[in-house]
């Protein structure tokens, strides 16, 4: 990015922020005029945000323009400091977005050799959101401009350590791990019944060939004929994989028993592909849907853009959830909004009279609010239902002191010392006099499961058609090991098969034996060797591969990735090695 | 097809007759502790019969010299000017007239009936017949009978250990034409003249040590494709394990093999352009999943505009504006080259406007997979998102907890 552009963008969100300002200063003059409403909100969000809130809110967005139009190192990090205090106030601890934004200015301040501002806004993004591994990338980015190599090494380890580490980022990889797994082992299967056509397939030839010609002489239609039984499959619809399963049935009465165990193994795979992937894309379209990345984030305490218009979301679409209602209360409550906490948090006690957290935290609103009678009620009763409470215990004893009924409160004190001694010296240490219960974000599994029948409907599988989608592939893994095993019946009654085994090898000549080298799988065609014949597949298929990851799987969202340099080169250095090993450890001498 | 067994269930004499009764074509191989002997028969009634441990030069010489046939010079003159010519010893003693082809007929019958009758002594070892429709046996060979054999024997002798094993590195003729090249001969299965090749140093090495023959089988057997190596079985052989067998492979017609192996190349290649244009399709291959492929790939595509969406913000958020071509994304490192095609392979077209941009694929605008994103409802992009009502004179904010 140019400093120019940098600065016109900067100038943009800042003429935005201005705007804003102006609006709100245009509300406070109107309201001079007019009834205030009950509720302030922000537009557009479905969340309701409070005036106090949308001033904070407000207020962060200065604080961004300024940190992004500034240059100045020795500034960035006060401005980084205000911009996460702001942010406390609301509840967050990260900036997601802002990362982004630093680390965007850290590999174009690399790029125009401005190395100072770029190991200033690294800085700063780890501040704003630790640990996240694009920093970790984008570092390596930078160390790679800057030509040290190594750090850029270190850094791409690191990053990818992080990934591994980052929860979403991690669901998408294992998920990815999965869907590639069965992509890799279904195409080895495939390249495998090849190897297998093309070692055997002449003997398979010769058979049908003289099952045609009967046991006289062969004629010039021989040849044909056995081909067009061998490829007829290929007139109907999804002809190809017609014509592989054929070959795996056919191929069957010519193989090994470690090569059946592997057309069996893969005829498995086929049927259980489609159910797996099934409740992957399930899983997934819930992990996916920007209810579920809200609640990620308010997980990990992250302040993104998008948190509030999420959050809005997540409520139309589960609206009679009370798992939701007791969030929306919490994150209320966070950012200030006690009121509006409070008449969520009851309408969860009217529907669930045994929610204990909602109790204490209906009290702690009374609590705040001074009405000491009403919040010892309250807390008396979620002491009742939740025994083990020490937080019910804890606000009682300060309820019973706003009251001047000291005794009652120290008895109270005693018990929630009882209940976890070392948590109310940490609320005593902090001098924190109410303390409330997250309920709702404890809910946070409870909603995912609510969200996943709304997002996924009901379990499929029950019409006609899921039931074909789903399960269609076992029924045709069935059949063809039937008719595979018809085919050994015949086999072992010499009947259509050849009475003395046919040549499958290739020959001896050099280009021949380094086809096998350079041909997985096919020397052990040869010699019936299936596990090993799959194994050789698998293995240069795996590597082969790796660049092509990213479609193979589910892209992940960070950005300043390791790049395709890296897979290309371990794609690259893990074929030659593999190669290497093959003909100096397997078939140099066969060379 | 085989018939295995060890000589504790079954003796020899019983074994030969049940093949000479039901009148049998193919290979019996006899495997004791230190010599492997293999018969040859044809209809029931043997034509051949080899030793690992004593080659057929040898018996032919014992038996031609002890016959007063020939001496034991004019033998190794004959052996060693046959060793200069590559032929077979039995072809050149018949041509070079050292012996009429009938009286060298005898002695091979005359070697073959001592060697049968030594084995006759074996009480222990494992034996296996391979069935087949024809075998390999001399030309003019008068067969066998079993009962002439076993009437020679001349009834039950005293059990005896099998034979030592020989020292001397086994002599084979290479090149030796059989009258029948593709039919398996006993002589191929141990290497003996008429064998297609000769035995390695490894077996010759194997088999002068003291190990157990069957530790040597596998280096001795393996020059031979009649033999199988060890490891996992072939299509037409039972059992597993160093004493696996089988006949010799038939020849397919070269033209067949050769279409066979074109047609796997082709697949081949079919499959591995299948593989990089549609690599979803390995999954969900058939017609009736093209809902469940739909479905994943729009899983994939969420993943993607997940991805692009974070990244085209992130520069709303430095620039002010969205970018013009997916491209600036890629040169700013916020995504991959691969990011710039769907899941499909098609190339990926952003469409910027002032606070939305609109994403598909080429020749897709409008279709269902194509996505408009907004900055509307992001407090950090959006200017409307925290227009304030009338009236504001809100208190600060005071955390808590």
Redo the contacts between chains.
């Keep these: 990015?140019s400093r120019s552009?940098?600065e016109?963008?900067?100038?943009?969100?800042l003429?935005?922020?201005l705007?804003?300002t102006w609006?709100?200063l245009a509300?406070?003059s109107?309201?001079?005029f007019?009834?205030?409403?009950a509720s302030?909100?922000?537009?557009?969000?479905?969340f309701e945000l409070?005036?106090?809130?949308?001033?904070?809110?407000?207020q962060?967005?200065d604080q961004?323009v300024q940190w992004?139009v500034q240059s100045d190192p020795e500034h960035s990090g006060e401005r980084v400091t205000e911009l996460l205090e702001t942010a406390?106030?609301?509840?967050f601890e990260r900036f997601p977005?802002?990362a982004?934004?630093a680390l965007?200015?850290a590999?174009?301040g690399a790029r125009r050799g401005d190395f100072a501002l770029s190991r200033q806004a690294l800085a700063a993004a780890e501040r704003l959101d630790p640990g996240r591994p694009e920093i970790s990338f984008?570092s390596a980015?930078v160390a790679r401009i800057e030509g040290s190599y190594a750090t850029a090494a270190a850094k791409l380890v690191v990053g990818i350590g992080r990934t591994l580490t980052w929860p979403f980022e991690r669901r998408?990889l294992l998920e990815g791990a999965l869907?590639w797994s069965?992509?890799l082992l279904?195409?080895t299967a495939?390249?495998f019944l090849?190897?297998?056509?093309?070692?055997?397939?002449?003997?398979?030839?010769?058979d049908i060939?003289r099952i045609f010609s009967g046991s006289g002489r062969g004629s010039r239609f021989t040849?044909p004929f056995?081909?067009a039984v061998?490829?007829w499959p290929l007139v109907l619809?999804?002809g190809?994989?017609w014509?592989?399963l054929w070959?795996s049935v056919l191929l069957w009465?010519?193989?090994?028993?470690?090569e059946r165990t592997v057309l069996a193994g893969a005829w498995l795979l086929?049927a259980a592909?489609?159910p797996l992937?099934?409740e992957?894309?399930q899983r997934?379209?819930i992990a996916?849907s920007p209810p579920a990345?809200a609640l990620d984030s308010l997980e990990r305490r992250e302040l993104s853009?998008?948190?509030?218009?999420d959050l809005?979301t997540l409520r139309t679409l589960v609206p009679d959830s009370f798992a939701v209602r007791q969030l929306a209360a919490d994150i209320h409550?966070?950012?200030?909004q006690w009121e509006r906490a409070r008449e969520l948090y009851q309408e969860v006690i009217q529907k669930e009279p045994g929610n204990s957290a909602a109790l204490v935290d209906v009290g702690a609103y009374y609590l705040?609010r001074h009405e000491y009678a009403q919040a010892i009620e309250q807390f008396k009763r979620a002491g009742e239902i939740d025994p083990t409470s020490a937080e019910a215990q804890y606000n009682l004893s300060w309820a019973y002191r706003g009251s001047y009924r000291f005794e009652e409160a120290e008895r109270a004190d005693a018990q929630a010392r009882v209940r976890d001694r070392s948590l109310v010296e940490g609320w005593v240490q902090r001098s924190?006099r109410?303390?409330?219960v997250d309920g709702g974000f404890e809910r946070i599994p409870e909603i995912r499961s609510q969200l996943e029948v709304r997002i996924a409907g009901p379990v499929p599988g029950h019409r006609s058609?899921d039931l074909?989608?789903r399960y269609?592939?076992a029924g045709l893994a069935l059949g063809l090991l039937l008719a595979a095993l018809g085919l050994d019946v015949l086999?072992r009654n010499?009947q259509g098969y050849?009475?003395?085994?046919?040549?499958?090898?290739l020959g001896s000549r050099p280009w021949q034996c380094w086809l096998r080298v350079l041909l997985p799988g096919l020397p052990s065609a040869e010699?019936?060797?299936?596990f090993r014949g799959f194994c050789a597949v698998l293995v240069a298929l795996a590597l082969a591969s790796i660049p092509?990851l990213?479609?193979?799987?589910?892209?992940?969202?960070?950005?300043?990735?390791p790049?395709?340099g890296v897979a290309g080169s371990v794609a690259l250095v893990g074929l030659v090695t593999y190669f290497i090993a093959r003909y100096r450890f397997d078939l140099a001498n066969e060379i | 097809?085989s018939v295995e067994g060890n000589l504790d269930l079954f003796q020899l004499p019983e074994i030969l007759q049940l093949v000479a009764q039901q009148q049998k074509t193919g290979i019996l191989t006899v495997q004791g502790n230190e010599d492997i002997v293999a018969i040859s028969f044809l209809h029931g009634k043997i034509v051949a019969a080899d030793s690992l441990n004593q080659a057929v030069e040898e018996g032919l010489k014992q038996v031609l010299v002890e016959t007063g046939v020939l001496s034991g010079a004019e033998f190794a003159r004959a052996s060693a000017e046959q060793a200069a010519t590559g032929q077979r010893l039995v072809d050149f003693l018949v041509e070079s007239r050292f012996v009429s082809r009938t009286r060298l007929l005898e002695a091979l019958r005359i070697h073959t009936r001592q060697l049968l009758e030594k084995l006759l002594d074996w009480r222990e070892g494992d034996f296996k017949f391979y069935s087949?429709?024809e075998v390999a046996y001399e030309e003019g060979f008068v067969p066998i009978r079993v009962d002439e054999l076993l009437l020679h024997a001349g009834g039950a002798k005293p059990s005896a250990p099998a034979p030592p094993v020989r020292r001397a590195p086994i002599a084979v003729e290479a090149n030796a034409p059989t009258s029948d090249a593709a039919r398996p001969s006993a002589g191929a299965l141990l290497g003996f003249p008429g064998s297609p090749a000769s035995v390695s140093p490894a077996a010759s090495a194997a088999a002068r040590s003291s190990e157990r023959l069957s530790e040597a089988l596998p280096a001795i057997v393996l020059p031979f494709?009649g033999l199988e190596?060890p490891?996992?079985?072939?299509?037409?052989?039972t059992g597993t394990g160093l004493r696996q067998m089988?006949?010799?492979?038939?020849?397919?017609?070269r033209?067949?093999?050769?279409?066979?192996?074109v047609?796997?190349?082709l697949?081949?290649c079919?499959?591995?352009a299948?593989?990089?244009y549609r690599?979803?399709q390995?999954?969900?291959?058939?017609?009736?999943?093209s809902?469940?492929l739909q479905?994943?790939e729009e899983?994939?595509r969420?993943?993607?505009f997940?991805?692009i969406d974070?990244?085209a913000?992130?520069?709303?958020?430095?620039?002010?504006?969205f970018p013009e071509h997916l491209s600036e994304?890629r040169d700013?490192?916020?995504?991959?080259?691969?990011?710039l095609f769907d899941?499909e392979?098609r190339p990926l077209l952003l469409i910027p406007r002032e606070t939305t941009y609109e994403l598909h694929a080429e020749g897709r605008a409008g279709a269902e997979d194509a996505t408009s994103r907004s900055i509307?409802?992001?407090?950090?992009?959006?200017?409307?998102?925290?227009?304030?009502?009338?009236?504001?004179?809100?208190?600060?904010?005071?955390?808590?907890?």
């Design positions: 990015m552009g940098a016109s963008g900067a100038r943009r969100a003429r935005f922020a705007t804003a609006a709100s509300t406070v109107l309201g001079l007019g009834a205030r409403p302030a909100a922000a537009q557009g969000s479905g409070g005036d106090s809130v949308s001033r904070t809110l407000h962060l967005q961004a992004l406390r106030t609301l509840g977005d802002l982004r934004g965007f200015r590999v174009d984008a980015t998408l869907l069965l992509w279904l195409a495939g390249l090849v190897i297998q056509m093309t070692a055997k397939g002449g003997a398979l030839l010769a060939g040849v056995a081909v061998l490829v619809p999804s190809f994989i014509l592989l070959w009465g010519y193989a090994s028993a470690s086929l592909a489609p992937l099934a992957q894309r997934l379209a996916l990345l853009g998008d948190l509030f218009n809005g409550r966070h950012l200030g705040v924190e109410v303390v409330s058609g074909l989608r269609g592939t086999r010499r050849s009475a003395v085994p046919l040549d499958l090898k010699v019936g060797d299936g092509f990213p479609r193979l799987g589910f892209r992940l969202p960070s950005g300043f990735g790049g395709q | 097809m087949g429709e494709p190596p490891g996992p079985a072939k299509p037409g052989v089988t006949l010799e492979p038939a020849p397919v017609p033209p067949i093999r050769h279409v066979g192996r047609l796997g190349a697949a081949g079919g499959l591995l299948l593989l990089i690599p979803d390995a999954v969900f291959p058939f017609s009736w999943q809902a469940s479905a994943l899983t994939q969420s993943a993607q997940l991805k974070r990244a913000q992130t520069f709303f958020l430095l620039e002010g504006r994304l700013r490192d916020l995504l991959g080259p691969h990011d899941v392979g509307s409802g992001n407090f950090l992009l959006d200017p409307e998102f925290l227009s304030l009502r009338p009236g504001t004179q809100a208190a600060p904010l005071v955390l808590l907890d």
